[in-house]
């Protein structure tokens, strides 16, 4: 069936299968043990015939929430459909038609259907608010609601919040298991930055299918000096950090990233970190010193 939504990412067909729901994420340990067991309940759940459990994620962008769905999905081998809130906001009249489309096509799915819907205020949003004077938009979460007013054996709800006080009282009602994925601390960020560095640098220096090469320094007291610089950065923006390492040696003369280049890039990243915080809290600066 082809779907009017505005999904962002859908799959009936089984292309990989992370072994673990936890490849490619690093979270708090007491939260990688919550989630573990979340996807062993719903393996069980899957191989039972049972209802499917739905869950809440919520918290700072960026912290592993559309992964860790994906990687559920994948691993017990659904069909799943990721989609945002704002997406579905926007749909006008056609949302209504679109919701009941998407709810028929998740109940035809032999194998289980996760339907992970990030940014969830932005249409599940409570009755009173501004955005909720629109008409349409009204409607389709009224369809969205019915659609889930019982638990199924045929799909699971994933829904990605920043605020959850946001939602609609319908919604708590719905959700089963809630997390909540805050900024990775010290060591969480040390191990992030380990992986990202073997991924984007060591293990294309390695391989040779880059020209790329790294100097010889202490990589291990690198990435444990820049954990401490990089209080209060994402998953996401420290993905991007390494992302950046990579990126500056192939473009280099003689393709190394030596020390000093890693270092110059942490330094710049730490300062456009600092600046994104101060314009969310001050707004825009003066502009007089550009006229």
């Known amino acids: 069936m082809a779907l009017p939504l505005p999904l962002r990412q859908v799959s009936r067909r089984l292309l990989s299968r992370p072994q673990d729901v936890l490849e490619g994420v690093v979270l708090h340990p007491s939260l990688e043990a919550q989630v573990r067991n979340m996807a062993i309940a719903t393996r069980n759940t899957q191989k039972n015939h049972g209802l499917y459990r739905n869950v809440l994620m919520y918290g700072p962008p960026g912290t592993g929430k559309t992964l860790v769905a994906k990687n559920l999905a994948l691993n017990l081998g659904m069909d799943y459909a990721i989609m945002t809130g704002e997406d579905l906001a926007l749909r006008g009249r056609e949302g209504v038609t679109a919701m009941h489309e998407l709810f028929d096509w998740a109940n035809t799915s032999r194998r289980g259907f996760l339907l992970f819907m990030d940014d969830a205020e932005a249409f599940l949003r409570k009755p009173a608010t501004e955005e909720m004077s629109n008409y349409y938009l009204r409607v389709t979460q009224n369809a969205f609601l019915n659609h889930t007013r019982q638990r199924s054996n045929k799909f699971m709800l994933v829904l990605a919040s920043r605020d959850p006080k946001q939602l609609h009282r319908d919604i708590h009602d719905r959700i089963d298991v809630m997390f909540y994925f805050d900024p990775p601390g010290p ?8 992986m990202y560095l ?9 391989e040779g299918k880059q020209r790329l090469k790294l100097a010889q320094f202490d990589y291990g007291r690198k990435c444990e000096e820049i954990a401490e610089l990089t209080n209060g950065m994402s998953a996401r923006e420290i993905a991007q950090l390494a992302q950046s390492w990579q990126d500056t040696a192939c473009a280099s003369e003689d393709g190394v990233l030596t020390e000093a280049m890693l270092d110059a890039h942490v330094e710049d990243f730490v300062q456009q970190h600092q600046q994104r915080n101060a314009l969310k809290r001050e707004g825009p600066g003066p502009v007089d010193e550009h006229p």
Do not use: F
């Open 187 to 194: 060591e969480e960020r040390e191990r992030l930055l380990r």
């Open 198 to 206: 073997d991924k984007y640098v060591l293990m294309p220096a390695t």
